[in-house]
């Protein structure tokens, strides 16, 4: 027989068993029969043109009586009953969770590819970054499901009715923490060509930004600077200056700056700690979020010594907080823009940032603005110093931001190119 010569594999949909011809359908039959047809049989099959869809139309009785054994009757058709079966496609009625956001879809038939496909585009703002290969479900009390295979299996389990079945489950990724992101190299495949061939935070686009905030007089500024002087002699004199300490100690000094800066930007402005941000490139807790109203508008990352680790870091998360801020805004990638400023500090280091939804970015990593926080004896007018150029960076970014969210698009591309001293 020359069926014997015929490379048969797995069928994938009924469409497939359907256009075998004999000598496949035997090939198959041959592969899935412990002692295989014998040539009484296949004839049997070959001179009545029994295929594998016509084989379905036959009875265990009438095979025998066209002179196939009893045994191999049985089991053809038992194997063709379970065929069908395993191939039976239904339509998937699906509610996926993923971070949190939920989705209520449907797709046509229960394709495992065509489902990972369909999840990409449900959550598409979240998961452009990921493969849809690398996508994966699991279903309440179900392990990982990450292949066709185990998809099929799983669906086995599930009830249909009237050629529906319903299936709950969260999406899985191979999402990465922001603490991953430590080197300008890691940045490469999210913000590309704008830092090709960048392989240090010194080679990074530099950022101006204005030092004369709007609308505070200079009592009000005064009058900020002295209640957070007030705040870290406070800090140094209960718990000693800042040299040695661990990050959680020196956000301390971060949040002693802050609050008073944020309080005199209005009601709608305010300061959250340990805010969880998730994003197509990474997800986790960021130290500081300043937001108006919903709004995210600065990321403070504190760090202990490691400023590079740190700026890739918020970079990572203010790209996020942009895209979070679309979302908000009813805003495809398309459509809208925004852009998201960033701090990174040691407490007596600050360094300023810049991020937008295009993947533009920029550091002021070459002009440190530092804090005389060192030392148990404090140079009060030093220190006021300090404080005051601070208050006015941070003030400045601010004012900035708030003065955008209303804009449209092309205003705010105004607005950052005003901010980035290279490209």
């Given at each position: 027989?020359?069926?014997?010569?015929?490379?048969?594999?797995?069928?994938?949909?009924l469409?497939?068993?359907?256009?075998?011809?004999?000598?496949?359908f035997?090939?198959?039959?041959?592969?899935h029969?412990?002692?295989?047809?014998?040539?009484?049989?296949?004839n049997?099959?070959?001179?009545?043109?029994i295929?594998?869809?016509?084989?379905?139309?036959?009875s265990?009785?009438?095979?025998?009586?066209?002179?196939?054994?009893?045994?191999?009757?049985?089991?053809?058709?038992?194997?063709?009953?379970?065929?069908?079966?395993r191939?039976?496609?239904?339509?998937?009625?699906?509610?996926?969770?993923?971070?949190k956001?939920?989705k209520?879809?449907?797709?046509?038939?229960?394709?495992?590819?065509?489902?990972?496909?369909?999840?990409?585009?449900?959550?598409?703002?979240?998961?452009?970054?990921?493969?849809?290969?690398?996508?994966?479900?699991?279903?309440?009390?179900?392990?990982?499901?990450?292949d066709?295979?185990?998809f099929?299996?799983?669906?086995?389990?599930?009830?249909?009715?009237n050629?529906?079945?319903?299936?709950k489950?969260?999406?899985?990724?191979?999402?990465?923490n922001?603490?991953k992101y430590?080197?300008?190299?890691?940045?490469?495949?999210?913000?590309g060509?704008?830092?090709?061939?960048?392989?240090?935070?010194?080679?990074?686009?530099?950022?101006?930004?204005?030092?004369?905030?709007?609308?505070?007089?200079?009592?009000?500024?005064?009058?900020i600077?002295?209640?957070?002087?007030?705040?870290?002699?406070?800090l140094?004199?209960?718990s000693g200056?800042?040299g040695?300490?661990?990050?959680?100690?020196?956000?301390?000094?971060?949040?002693?700056?802050?609050?008073?800066?944020?309080?005199?930007?209005?009601?709608?402005?305010?300061?959250n700690?340990?805010?969880?941000?998730?994003?197509s490139h990474g997800?986790?807790?960021v130290?500081?979020?300043?937001?108006?109203?919903?709004t995210?508008?600065?990321?403070?990352?504190?760090?202990?010594?490691?400023i590079?680790?740190?700026?890739?870091?918020?970079?990572?998360q203010?790209?996020?907080?942009c895209?979070?801020?679309?979302?908000?805004r009813?805003?495809?990638?398309?459509?809208g823009?925004?852009?998201?400023?960033?701090?990174v500090?040691?407490?007596?280091?600050w360094?300023?940032?810049v991020v937008s939804?295009?993947?533009?970015?920029?550091?002021?990593?070459?002009?440190?603005?530092?804090?005389?926080?060192?030392?148990?004896?404090?140079?009060?007018?030093r220190?006021?110093?300090?404080?005051?150029?601070?208050?006015?960076?941070?003030?400045?970014?601010?004012?900035?931001?708030i003065a955008?969210?209303?804009?449209?698009?092309q205003?705010?591309?105004?607005?950052?190119?005003?901010?980035?001293?290279?490209?």
């Amino acid at each position: 027989m020359t069926s014997s010569n015929i490379a048969i594999e797995e069928p994938s949909s009924l469409e497939e068993v359907w256009k075998w011809n004999i000598e496949q359908f035997i090939k198959y039959l041959n592969k899935h029969i412990s002692s295989g047809l014998s040539s009484k049989d296949e004839n049997v099959l070959e001179k009545n043109e029994i295929d594998a869809r016509a084989i379905t139309l036959f009875s265990r009785e009438e095979l025998v009586n066209l002179g196939m054994t009893t045994g191999i009757a049985t089991c053809i058709l038992k194997i063709m009953k379970e065929l069908c079966a395993r191939l039976e496609r239904f339509r998937l009625y699906c509610t996926a969770t993923y971070k949190k956001n939920k989705k209520i879809f449907s797709i046509a038939i229960d394709d495992w590819t065509l489902l990972q496909r369909k999840i990409m585009t449900e959550f598409l703002d979240l998961l452009e970054d990921v493969d849809e290969s690398e996508i994966t479900i699991k279903p309440p009390a179900n392990n990982v499901i990450k292949d066709k295979e185990t998809f099929y299996s799983f669906l086995e389990t599930v009830p249909k009715l009237n050629g529906l079945k319903r299936i709950k489950f969260t999406v899985e990724t191979p999402q990465t923490n922001f603490s991953k992101y430590k080197r300008i190299i890691d940045l490469v495949g999210i913000f590309g060509t704008n830092i090709k061939g960048l392989t240090t935070i010194d080679d990074l686009p530099q950022m101006e930004f204005s030092t004369k905030p709007a609308d505070i007089s200079e009592e009000q500024l005064k009058r900020i600077t002295d209640a957070i002087v007030t705040r870290l002699k406070l800090l140094i004199h209960t718990s000693g200056p800042i040299g040695g300490k661990n990050e959680i100690e020196r956000s301390y000094y971060i949040d002693a700056v802050l609050r008073d800066i944020v309080k005199s930007c209005g009601e709608d402005v305010r300061i959250n700690q340990q805010y969880n941000i998730v994003g197509s490139h990474g997800d986790g807790r960021v130290d500081f979020v300043i937001k108006h109203v919903n709004t995210m508008i600065c990321i403070t990352e504190a760090k202990i010594t490691d400023i590079e680790q740190g700026i890739c870091q918020n970079f990572i998360q203010s790209h996020s907080a942009c895209k979070t801020n679309l979302r908000k805004r009813k805003f495809d990638d398309l459509a809208g823009y925004d852009y998201v400023y960033g701090i990174v500090s040691t407490g007596d280091q600050w360094i300023f940032t810049v991020v937008s939804s295009a993947n533009e970015l920029a550091a002021a990593n070459k002009k440190i603005q530092t804090l005389s926080v060192n030392s148990d004896d404090v140079d009060d007018d030093r220190l006021a110093n300090d404080v005051q150029i601070l208050v006015r960076a941070i003030l400045g970014i601010l004012q900035d931001k708030i003065a955008s969210i209303e804009e449209q698009p092309q205003a705010k591309r105004q607005r950052l190119e005003k901010v980035l001293l290279s490209k």
